[in-house]
Each structure stands twice: as C-alpha cells, then as structure tokens.
C-alpha cells in the first residue's frame, strides 16, 4: 500500500508543482521531498496505533505484609517494589497470591502500597482508580488469614466496572479480562482445580474462545517450582496444547523462569513464579526441568511489555534503587501483519524474519 500510494503522490506532485520550476529535475526533487514526507507521516500513524494497543504491566506475589520487615510504620521492602512499579509506569498490576497475610487490615496491606491502581476503592489512602488497574488472584492466605475470604471478595470488586470481561465465571475468585492485546484468566487453586472440575472446564472453554494475540494465565499455587514449596501436580494442566502464552505463579518466594514442552510437540511454554512482592524470600531446593533462571538474592516484580508482535518479561529487582536491576527477560514473538515470523524463540533467543 505504501508503494501505491508513494506512486500516487510522485505523479501527483510533478503535475501541481511543474509550474513552480520547468527543470524536470526540480520537479522530480520535489516529488521525491514530498513522498518522503508522506511516508513519514505513515509511519509515524502506524507507530501511534500500534502505541495505543501496547501494554506494560507488572506481576507480583506474596506481597501483602505490612507487620514484616517493618520501620515505622511500614514494611520497607514492599515500599521498595511498590516504588520499583510506579518508576516502571505499567497500566496496571496483576498478583499472583497472598494478598492479605496475618490479622493485619487488609487496606494497610494491600490500600497502603497500591491504592491508586485499586478500582471502587473505599479504603483510606487516596481515592483510588477510576478505572481497576489491580487484578489480583487468591492465595492461601487470603483464605486463612485476616478476614479470609470473605474480607477479599468485599475489599475489591473484579475484574472491575466497564473491563472487558467474559463474565462467565459466575465468582470474583476466578475470572478474565482483557487489555490490550492480552486475555487474562485468573485460576484460584483453592477452589477445586482437578479433572472435570468447573473452574478447569471453565478455563478450558473460555480460552478456545478467545481471540487475543496472547493468553495469560495466573495463579497462586505453582504447577513447576524448585523453592521450598515445590511443584504443585495439581495445576499441571495441559496449559501448552491449549494455546496458553505462558503460566505466573506465586506461593515459593523466589523469581523462577522455567521452560518446558509438556507434549514433546517442539513447542515451548514458559511458567514463572513471581513471589518476591515483599513477605519474605524462601530458599531453592531441588532444580526442576527446565529450569532457566533462578533468583531470591532480593526483591522485586516482573514487569511485561504486550503488542500484537510480541511479549516480553522482565523480573526486575529492588536492588540498586527505584529503577532496580534487570535480572531476567524472555520474548515471544508472533506473526504478525508486517510479514514478520518466528523462526526461532525457544530459550529465551528469538529470531525474526521479515518479508
């Protein structure tokens, strides 16, 4: 279409701009000033839409202790991602568990850190979100400590007013949205999660139906994990032959990256836990397979950039201050309308090739 229309104004722009000059030569320069400029102009459109259907936002876990770590009146080690996540300016936040811990209130846990991205926030530090930018799944303890979970489901409301949703969970503790490019579907492994279930039937259905460039899952409990708490045989469902971008996972306080082929179809999918939110950090066990990255040396939080051309992940550490460190990144690359295809991007190398 570029061609076309470079062909177009070329002729055009030699016909009205002859009578400035009747050197061919002038009105060829002209012409090509002219289609240069249009392309730009193009290009410029085309980057600004792309730029209104991107992404950023962050992923963290077991986070929610104010009565941890604390000085004064605050934990310092959740102020430190919380900080590390406004510095890394993300549309909104989802979490992956363990929201709430102890009999602390679940405002000065959660409201404290994260009010202004909280939609309906009737909490008491600011005036929250017009709009939810926090979407955050069920941990174990957000069903034992506290309020359980009753004091959750009355504290948000989710996915949240006017967010795209499918709508058909029929429950707050399990449900997706969608922004951007990017589906999200929240599971709660507290809430049955075996064979025939209906929250995995729920999900099954749900993703076949959706249309979005990238399919997100999240979850509390680990399906893979080589911390403390291990892997969790009950949320290894069959996330790969279903068309899933990737699985985050809390529960183990540690940053994991793991990649697997779970049907030995070539295909690889990546599973990461994200726990280092802020609670506490856990130690590593035994690796598991497929282990790429491993880290628990401090805090931090991932933060994933979405188009239609691709996916990124980054975890992202406090240490050396409110821009932190880069610990880890991953790309996924899809076709795209460009003419671009993914030759290559297992282990974390892509390698793209344009037509």
Same mark, same amino acid.
Request: net charge negative.
């Given at each position: 279409?570029?061609?076309?229309?470079?062909?177009?104004?070329?002729?055009?722009?030699?016909?009205?701009?002859?009578?400035?000059?009747?050197?061919?030569?002038?009105?060829?320069?002209?012409?090509?000033?002219?289609?240069?400029?249009?392309?730009?102009?193009?290009?410029?459109?085309?980057?600004?839409?792309?730029?209104?259907?991107?992404?950023?936002?962050?992923?963290?876990?077991?986070?929610?202790?104010?009565?941890?770590?604390?000085?004064?009146?605050?934990?310092?080690?959740?102020?430190?991602?919380?900080?590390?996540?406004?510095?890394?300016?993300?549309?909104?936040?989802?979490?992956?568990?363990?929201?709430?811990?102890?009999?602390?209130?679940?405002?000065?846990?959660?409201?404290?850190?994260?009010?202004?991205?909280?939609?309906?926030?009737?909490?008491?530090?600011?005036?929250?979100?017009?709009?939810?930018?926090?979407?955050?799944?069920?941990?174990?303890?957000?069903?034992?400590?506290? !309020? &359980?979970? *009753?004091? %959750?489901?009355?504290?948000?409301?989710?996915? =949240? @007013?006017?967010?795209?949703?499918?709508?058909?969970? /029929?429950?707050?503790?399990?449900?997706?949205?969608?922004?951007?490019?990017?589906?999200?579907?929240?599971?709660?492994?507290?809430?049955?999660?075996?064979?025939?279930?209906?929250?995995?039937?729920?999900?099954?259905?749900?993703?076949?139906?959706?249309?979005?460039?990238?399919?997100?899952?999240?979850?509390?409990?680990?399906?893979?994990?080589?911390?403390?708490?291990?892997?969790?045989?009950?949320?290894?469902?069959?996330?790969?032959?279903?068309?899933?971008?990737?699985?985050?996972?809390?529960?183990?306080?540690?940053?994991?990256?793991?990649?697997?082929?779970?049907?030995?179809?070539?295909?690889?999918?990546?599973?990461?836990?994200?726990?280092? !939110? &802020?609670? *506490?950090? %856990?130690?590593?066990?035994?690796?598991?397979? =497929? @282990?790429?990255?491993?880290?628990?040396?401090?805090? /931090?939080?991932?933060?994933?950039?979405?188009?239609?051309?691709?996916?990124?992940?980054?975890?992202?550490?406090?240490?050396?201050?409110?821009?932190?460190?880069?610990?880890?990144?991953?790309?996924?690359?899809?076709?795209?309308?460009?003419?671009?295809?993914?030759?290559?991007?297992?282990?974390?190398?892509?390698?793209?090739?344009?037509?």
């Amino acid at each position: 279409m570029v061609k076309i229309l470079a062909s177009c104004v070329s002729a055009r722009a030699v016909a009205r701009l002859s009578f400035l000059d009747t050197s061919p030569s002038v009105s060829r320069s002209l012409a090509i000033l002219l289609v240069f400029a249009l392309l730009i102009s193009i290009a410029s459109f085309a980057s600004f839409a792309q730029a209104t259907k991107n992404l950023r936002f962050a992923a963290i876990g077991d986070y929610g202790d104010n009565s941890s770590n604390i000085n004064g009146s605050e934990n310092v080690e959740m102020r430190a991602v919380a900080n590390l996540i406004d510095d890394k300016n993300v549309k909104l936040i989802i979490t992956t568990g363990d929201n709430s811990y102890t009999s602390t209130a679940i405002d000065t846990n959660i409201g404290k850190y994260y009010a202004d991205y909280i939609g309906s926030y009737s909490g008491g530090y600011g005036d929250g979100a017009t709009s939810n930018a926090f979407f955050p799944s069920a941990g174990n303890h957000d069903y034992s400590d506290g !309020g &359980g979970i *009753s004091t %959750y489901l009355s504290y948000f409301t989710l996915p =949240g @007013i006017g967010i795209s949703t499918s709508g058909t969970s /029929g429950t707050e503790t399990y449900y997706d949205f969608v922004q951007g490019p990017v589906h999200f579907f929240v599971i709660d492994p507290n809430n049955g999660t075996g064979v025939g279930s209906i929250q995995r039937n729920w999900l099954q259905a749900q993703h076949a139906a959706s249309t979005s460039t990238w399919k997100i899952v999240y979850d509390h409990h680990p399906p893979f994990s080589s911390a403390l708490h291990m892997s969790t045989p009950d949320m290894q469902w069959p996330f790969e032959e279903r068309g899933v971008t990737a699985v985050l996972s809390g529960h183990d306080h540690v940053y994991e990256r793991i990649i697997r082929d779970d049907n030995s179809d070539g295909t690889d999918i990546p599973y990461f836990i994200t726990g280092l !939110g &802020g609670s *506490s950090r %856990y130690p590593f066990i035994t690796p598991v397979s =497929g @282990i790429k990255v491993r880290y628990n040396s401090d805090f /931090g939080a991932m933060i994933v950039d979405a188009s239609d051309a691709r996916i990124t992940f980054t975890f992202w550490s406090v240490a050396g201050g409110v821009g932190g460190t880069l610990i880890d990144t991953y790309t996924i690359v899809a076709s795209t309308d460009d003419g671009c295809y993914v030759l290559n991007a297992s282990t974390g190398k892509t390698v793209v090739f344009c037509l």
